[in-house]
């Protein structure tokens, strides 16, 4: 078994990989396997086998199942059986009309005076049609199929390693794009002081408003609106959720193995808590932050559709 590479922050592999192999049998088959996969939301296997080799469409899809959980995989393979060894046999038809023939040409020649030569039995058989060689002893399928399982675990490795070569270099990029994503967090953390002086005197700049043009209105009722206004633009929950999501993808990241779809399912929460950052950002510094998060979270995403 090939060794899988370790990439950054954990073993992880892309869906796509490219391999191909090629091999003899003892019967002198030759054959060339090639196996390739693109990206796919679950997993999709294609066979291209030749027929006739019973019990290989079956050991192909085990093997190949075992080593992949998703991604869209073909698995073709080219074979060149050997021929097998001809097999001599005398057509009784066929001798017939030939010795026949010979001896209409024997009687005809002593007609006119002439002696012939009894034919050798070589000479009889290399007459047309004599001698019938078509025959062939049919190749042993359940070895071909054998050969062919076999050598196909080697092939799946070469696949693999060029997948976990891949992946190394998905891991490198999503972990930087991680820590852009904590760094905007710890950003925007930062950016709610100001935020939150400014947001405080524009509310009382709003309620002094309220009083001069309904001076009849309950002032503590005017209190309680603005102070439900101000909680809803607190924006300290979805921080918390930010560094929650950063910690959990982090933590996929090392974990390794086919983490594709927890990845992709925690870019969807990352994008859910940056447009919230942004619609409740009233600032123009976090609004800027909210949506460099957005950039960074949309190029995670892309990345994140190529792991398995």
Not at 291 to 299: G, M, S
Request: hydrophobic share 50%.
């Amino acid at each position: 078994m090939v060794k899988a590479a370790e990439g950054a922050g954990g073993t992880i592999r892309s869906m796509t990989g490219f391999a191909v192999r090629r091999g003899q049998g003892a019967d002198g088959s030759a054959w060339a396997w090639e196996m390739r996969a693109v990206n796919g939301r679950g997993f999709d296997l294609r066979l291209r086998l030749p027929e006739g080799i019973d019990g290989l469409e079956a050991g192909a899809r085990k093997l190949v199942g075992a080593a992949v959980t998703r991604g869209s995989v073909t698995l073709s393979l080219r074979l060149e059986r050997a021929t097998g060894a001809a097999v001599a046999r005398v057509d009784p038809q066929a001798l017939s009309a030939a010795l026949a023939a010979l001896q209409q040409v024997r009687r005809g020649a002593e007609a006119e005076g002439l002696v012939l030569a009894p034919p050798a039995a070589t000479d009889i058989l290399a007459l047309r049609g004599v001698l019938d060689t078509s025959g062939a002893v049919a190749p042993d399928m359940a070895a071909l199929g054998a050969d062919l399982l076999a050598d196909l675990p080697a092939l799946i490795g070469e696949f693999d390693a060029m997948r976990c070569q891949e992946g190394a270099a998905l891991a490198a990029i999503l972990t930087a794009q991680i820590d852009r994503i904590a760094a905007l967090t710890v950003a925007a953390g930062a950016a709610l002081g100001p935020r939150r002086a400014h947001l405080a005197e524009a509310l009382r700049e709003g309620l002094a408003r309220l009083s001069e043009t309904a001076p009849a209105a309950d002032p503590a009722r005017l209190e309680q609106e603005l102070a439900l206004l101000y909680v809803k633009s607190d924006v300290t929950e979805e921080l918390d959720r930010l560094r929650a999501h950063v910690q959990a993808a982090r933590g996929h990241l090392a974990q390794g193995g086919p983490v594709g779809r927890k990845l992709d399912f925690l870019t969807q929460e990352f994008n859910r808590e940056a447009n919230t950052l942004c619609s409740k950002a009233q600032s123009a510094e976090l609004t800027r932050i909210g949506l460099d998060l957005k950039a960074v979270i949309d190029q995670m995403r892309e990345q994140v559709q190529n792991v398995e």
